[in-house]
Nanobody, 128 residues
Framework: QVKLVEFGGTVAHAGGSLRLSCVTS????????????TAWFRQAPAKEREFVAA????????DFADSTDGRFSISRDDAANTVYLQISNLGSEDTGVYYC?????????????????WGQGTQVTVSS
């Protein structure tokens, strides 16, 4: 059973930066058992959950939502079973709950329905 846990949510100042972590456990004994794609979604207050970024396990190819506007980066440390989301130049629009998701498919999908495994989320609040 795959379990995802997010870390790093905090109250941050506008213009600052932060890094979120998503740690995977379960089915991590071998690279071929791990979920193939890991993604980040976020949900702002009173809004639907939206795709932020995703990364593949094999070649670390990534995809970003247009709204990230070059301020986000995604990376992974396979030895630590961790995927990171770095956000710079924080703005109020970045406030929300950030969810880590993982799937066994091979596509850097943007739809939440593509991902089988989800974390509980971590809250990011950007203050001005």
């Amino acid at each position: 059973q795959v379990k995802l846990v997010e870390f790093g949510g905090t109250v941050a100042h506008a213009g600052g930066s932060l890094r979120l972590s998503c740690v995977t456990s379960g089915r991590t004994e071998s690279p071929i058992l791990k979920p193939f794609v890991t993604a980040w979604f976020r949900q702002a207050p009173a809004k639907e959950r939206e795709f932020v970024a995703a990364i593949r396990a094999d070649d670390h190819t990534s995809d970003f939502a247009d709204s990230t506007d070059g301020r986000f980066s995604i990376s992974r440390d396979d030895a630590a079973n961790t995927v990171y989301l770095q956000i710079s130049n924080l703005g109020s629009e970045d406030t929300g709950v950030y969810y880590c998701a993982a799937g066994d498919g091979r596509i850097l999908a943007r739809g939440p329905g593509y991902y089988e495994y989800w974390g509980q989320g971590t809250q990011v609040t950007v203050s001005s």
